[in-house]
């Protein structure tokens, strides 16, 4: 059975850093694409980042750039996103999600992936 489970949330201070991981079981994450999404209360779920399965190529939604950094250890499964200088704003659920397909290269989207965690919650906050 396939599923991703998300960790490393919690309650932090504006200009704080959290490293959240994505860990899967019942596959590999090897070549596999990662996106980062999250959701605010009352806010539609956007997506924040995402790692290729191809090359590892990453992209970023514009308000992350050059705060946020994806990336993967595949000898231990899982992939994380490093969050510094984390702001009000960027207080949400993070989920990660997965395509079926290995080698792919989506980009933010939530219908380029098929797999969800159930998400972990990042509050910033003074």
């Known amino acids: 059975q396939v599923q991703l489970v998300e960790s490393g949330g919690g309650l932090v201070h504006p200009g704080g850093s959290l490293r959240l991981s994505c860990e899967a079981s019942?596959?590999?994450?090897?070549?596999?694409?990662i996106g980062w999404f999250r959701q605010a209360p009352g806010e539609e779920r956007e997506g924040v980042s995402s790692?290729?399965?191809?090359?590892?190529?990453?992209a970023y939604t514009d308000s992350v750039k050059g705060r946020f950094t994806i990336s993967r250890d595949k000898g231990k499964n899982l992939v994380y996103l490093q969050m510094n200088d984390l702001k009000p704003e960027d207080t949400a659920v993070y989920y990660c999600?997965?395509?079926?397909?290995?080698?792919?290269?989506?980009?933010?989207?939530?219908?380029?992936?098929?797999?969800w965690g159930w998400g972990t919650q990042v509050t910033v906050s003074s």
């Open positions: 019942g596959f590999s994450l090897d070549y596999r694409a």
């Open positions: 790692i290729s399965g191809s090359d590892d190529a990453t």
């Open positions: 999600a997965a395509p079926r397909a290995t080698y792919a290269s989506p980009g933010l989207y939530e219908y380029e992936y098929d797999y």
